[in-house]
């Protein structure tokens, strides 16, 4: 491995042997879902909205998200979708495009767009490592700050807990420090925002909050990026047992050949 990206160290914390099969072995027997073919959907509207102003047509969203369907059942052929939830997501997803660039405009008022889904392949310092990664949006504003955002699709939003979750937020903290040192940018001029696209939401359907990435908060990310590092090159890939069945249900390697 020559690069690490803020996924696998993710994951890397959550189980280092499963990091090993995913990574490592190349097993990943995730091929994909509903919610991912969402997401990669609205990702690509927002890359468009920003970038043009406006959709070519108004099933953009629509078609993209057929097509990320199309691809993920090519890769797995006995996926079976559920049907009302895809429905329900193509309703909602084309419902939820008019509402992202007004919250643009209304949280950041004038902004100049830097760069959109720019592709980070950086030095990690005293390591033979890049840290690699894609940065949603970057905009200026005028007083001379640089805002890194970085899109996330849910159903009703975030928690307060969720939106302080130190893992989470590492994401952020690991683009400004990474991004600011591609460009040679002071840190204290780079902000770090999540924008929440909510599928399911009734108000307040795309919501942008600041994450704090200070000096401190970026020491302890590149602390855990550097420990996980040095634990990939050693090859101690220990498993997780608490892992097995974490938050968002049981471990697709659990019990198989692969994580017995």
Same mark, same amino acid.
């Given at each position: 491995?020559?690069?690490?990206? $803020? ?28 919610? +991912? ?20 047509? +108004? ?25 009302? /939830?895809?429905?329900?997501?193509? &309703?909602?997803? &084309? ?50 700050? $640089?805002? &890194? ?54 108000? %307040?359907? &795309? ?10 908060? +970026? ?10 590092? $040095? ?10 047992? /608490? ?14 050949? %692969?994580?017995?």
């Amino acid at each position: 491995m020559t690069h690490i990206s $803020y996924s696998e160290l993710k994951e890397w914390t959550v189980c280092p042997w499963k990091h090993k099969l995913n990574y490592i072995d190349r097993i990943n027997e995730f091929k994909g879902n509903e919610h +991912t073919a969402f997401g990669t959907s609205m990702h690509t509207v927002c890359e468009h909205l920003v970038s043009d102003g406006k959709l070519e047509s +108004t099933d953009f969203f629509d078609k993209e998200f057929v097509k990320n369907l199309s691809t993920i059942k090519e890769k797995d052929p006995n996926i079976v979708f559920k049907k009302d /939830l895809v429905e329900q997501m193509r &309703v909602q997803g &084309v419902a939820l495009i008019k509402h992202v660039l007004p919250a643009l405009r209304s949280y950041f008022r004038k902004f100049e767009l830097i760069s959109i889904e720019e592709k980070l392949y950086t030095p990690i310092a005293d390591q033979e490592f890049n840290f690699k990664g894609f940065v949603d949006l970057v905009v200026k504003t005028s007083d001379g700050k $640089y805002h &890194v955002v970085d899109w996330k699709t849910c159903s009703w939003g975030w928690d307060s807990r969720k939106k302080n979750d130190k893992m989470i937020t590492y994401q952020l903290t690991l683009y400004k420090h990474f991004w600011s040192k591609k460009h040679n940018v002071d840190p204290k001029d780079v902000i770090t925002h999540f924008a929440l696209l909510k599928r399911t939401a009734k108000h %307040h359907q &795309v919501e942008l909050f600041k994450v704090t990435s200070g000096q401190k908060k +970026t020491q302890n990310a590149l602390k855990l990026l550097n420990k996980a590092i $040095y634990n990939i090159q050693k090859a101690n890939f220990i498993k997780n047992k /608490l892992a097995c069945y974490g938050r968002y249900g049981t471990c697709e390697y659990y019990k198989t050949t %692969h994580c017995p």
